[in-house]
């Protein structure tokens, strides 16, 4: 969402080529969302670069739910596995320290600018960290300054 908030969200087509979202999360972004930019550029990118995907789910699915996932974070969860994916793109905490410990590639918006940084899509970091946070993304003051430090920026 910060993404196309802040013009970046074409980043995930040129860094990742194809992403599959669960439809849990088309609902949240689009149906719910519809009044926010995200929800306009995954309608536009649907079927193009983005593909919505059923997820078979099962007692995990439920799980996660009640370890209080919401469904879209819950069937991304489950998405990436049946998938087998390389990354997983979330930024609940809940989700991703679950994440972690199912041993999933897990890649924050943060580090989105800085994989972007790598590949030399952008020049520097900071102000699309920056520009995060005025938008509303809470980030830590350590978290900033180690995802600079990995960046070369500090």
Do not use: C
Request: charged fraction near 20%.
């Amino acid at each position: 969402m910060y993404l196309a908030a802040l013009g970046d969200f074409e980043l995930l087509r040129t860094l990742f080529q194809k992403i599959a979202i669960p439809t849990a999360v088309f609902q949240e972004v689009v149906v719910a969302g519809a009044r926010y930019p995200v929800s306009r550029e995954v309608v536009t990118a649907q079927g193009k670069w983005i593909h919505v995907q059923s997820v078979k789910g099962g007692p995990e699915l439920e799980g996660f739910r009640q370890a209080g996932l919401d469904p879209g974070e819950s069937e991304a969860l489950v998405l990436a596995q049946e998938l087998n994916s390389e990354g997983l793109l979330l930024d609940d905490s809940d989700a991703v320290r679950i994440a972690s410990g199912m041993s999933l590639n897990v890649i924050r918006t943060p580090g989105i600018f800085r994989l972007a940084k790598q590949r030399g899509l952008i020049l520097t970091v900071a102000p699309k960290l920056d520009a995060l946070r005025s938008a509303g993304f809470w980030l830590r003051d350590d978290h900033y300054r180690i995802i600079l430090q990995s960046a070369g920026e500090l």
